[in-house]
C-alpha cells in the first residue's frame, strides 16, 4: 500500500481532471528538495520546478500526513520554498484558491490542515472552506488507492471540484478587475 497522502490527493486531482482542470501531481520525494535556508549554493532544480509549478497553477491542493501535531518536514520545507515566489508580480499565492486534506493515524488530522490554512493565508491564497482531514488513515484506503469509506471518496472529490469552482471565479474576478482598471 502507498502513502495515504499521496491516495488521497490522487482522488481529489481526478475529479479536478473531471471538472475540466488540467492537473499535474508533484511528488516532493521526486523533488529532492535540501533543506530552506541551509547554505545551499544556487536554487536546486526541484525547488525551480516546484515554484515554476505554483506560479503557473491557478488552484492547488495540498496534502500531507500529520506528524506530532503538524505537517511534516518535507512539506514544510517545500512550503519555505515558496520563498522564490515572493519577487513575482502577483507574489507568493496571491489569490489561488488551495484545499486542504491531511492524513493522520489517529483522530488529529484538522491540526495539519489549520497549519496549511495558516500557511495558505500567510502566502496571500484563499484555502477553500471544504477541508478533508482524514483520521485513521491507514485504514481509509485499499491497496489499490481507492477509499474503502464512498464518504471519504465523495469528500474527496468534491474537493476536487470545489478547487476548480473557487479557480475558475478567482480568475475571472481578476481578469474582470484589470478589464475594469485599464
Known sequence: MGSSSRQALQRALDASAAAGADVELLDLRSLDLPL??????????????????????????????????TVS?????????????????????????????????GVQGLQAVNTMEFVVRALRGWA????????????????????????LANLLERLGREVVRAARRLGSGAEQGARRAG
Open 36 to 69: 530552506f535556508g541551509t547554505e545551499v549554493e544556487g536554487v536546486p532544480a526541484g525547488a525551480t520546478r516546484l515554484a515554476e509549478a505554483v506560479a503557473g497553477a491557478d488552484g492547488m491542493i495540498w496534502s500531507s500526513p500529520l506528524y506530532h501535531g
Open 73 to 105: 518536514a518535507a512539506f514544510k520545507n517545500a512550503l519555505d520554498w515558496l520563498e522564490l515566489l515572493a519577487d513575482h508580480d502577483p507574489p507568493f499565492l496571491t489569490d489561488k484558491p488551495v484545499g486542504l486534506i491531511a492524513t493522520a493515524a
Open 128 to 151: 477553500v472552506p471544504l477541508v478533508v482531514p482524514i483520521a485513521r488513515a491507514h485504514l481509509a484506503f485499499a491497496d489499490d488507492g481507492t477509499a474503502v469509506d464512498a464518504r
